[in-house]
């Protein structure tokens, strides 16, 4: 089973933002996947077990971007 998150991330400016971000979120435990897309600002991660969405902003944050859980 699959679970996805979404993410609103502010401070992008190119797609080398995005594989930074990527980068960052793969390396969280549970994670299988992460897709940053710069032109909708949105990351889509996927998990195969629960991670709070708290690591996922923190791993963001540490990548030098802000985030929120996206509506």
Same mark, same amino acid.
């Given at each position: ?7 609103? /991330? ?20 549970? /994670? ?11 990351? /889509? ?22 985030? /929120?859980?996206?509506?």
């Amino acid at each position: 089973m699959t679970l996805r998150l979404e993410f609103a /991330v502010a401070g992008m400016h190119c797609s080398s933002c995005g594989l930074l971000i990527d980068d960052e979120i793969e390396e969280l435990p549970g /994670v299988t996947a992460s897709t940053t897309d710069v032109r909708t600002e949105r990351t /889509v991660v996927e998990l195969d077990h629960p991670v709070p969405a708290e690591r996922i902003i923190e791993a963001i944050a540490t990548a030098g971007y802000t985030a /929120v859980p996206a509506a």
